[in-house]
């Protein structure tokens, strides 16, 4: 069984989260999804989140797509990654960390073999969160 592991805030689920979920999914069996900390939200996107971490894990795992949903690491982010022994990482189009620099953090902890892909925006310019947040948008 080929592992997936994608992580995210995943505040106020739209259709580009869902699109994500569908891109990860096909890279492997089973997707896990890792939810950031209502901490790490706040540190990285300089707010926090509408919906505390135990509430978008409830939402995220009632959906059909996802396999598994775990809460994220306060920090030793890489460290936490060899618990759920992914073949694959996936990352958003957004996201901050580079393909490169995660492929050297999970080398730096032994995990070398894990397969890191950024993963092709849905829509961005209507479907991203701080879009959604900032104006009406028609689905």
């Known amino acids: 069984m080929t ?3 994608v ?8 259709p580009g989260h869902l699109d994500f979920f569908r891109q990860a999914k096909k890279f492997g069996d089973w997707l ?9 939200v706040e540190r990285i996107k300089g707010k926090r989140p509408l919906f505390s971490q135990k ?3 409830r939402i995220i795992g009632q959906l059909r797509l ?3 949903v775990v ?10 990654i060899k618990n759920y022994n992914p073949d694959v990482i996936c ?20 995990l070398s073999k894990i397969t890191v892909v950024r993963l ?10 701080t879009h959604l947040k900032n104006r009406s948008v028609d689905f």
């Open 91 to 110: 990352l958003g189009y957004d996201q901050w960390a580079s393909v490169d620099d995660v492929r050297s953090g999970l080398k730096s902890v032994g």
């Open 66 to 68: 996802v396999d598994e």
């Open 55 to 57: 509430e978008r894990m």
């Open 32 to 40: 896990i999804v890792s939810v950031g900390t209502d901490e790490n």
């Open 7 to 14: 992580f995210g805030a995943f505040d106020g689920l739209h």
């Open 71 to 80: 809460a994220g690491a306060k920090k030793d982010y890489y460290k936490a």
């Open 120 to 129: 092709k925006p849905y829509r961005a310019d209507r479907a991203k969160s």
């Open 3 to 5: 592992k997936v592991l």
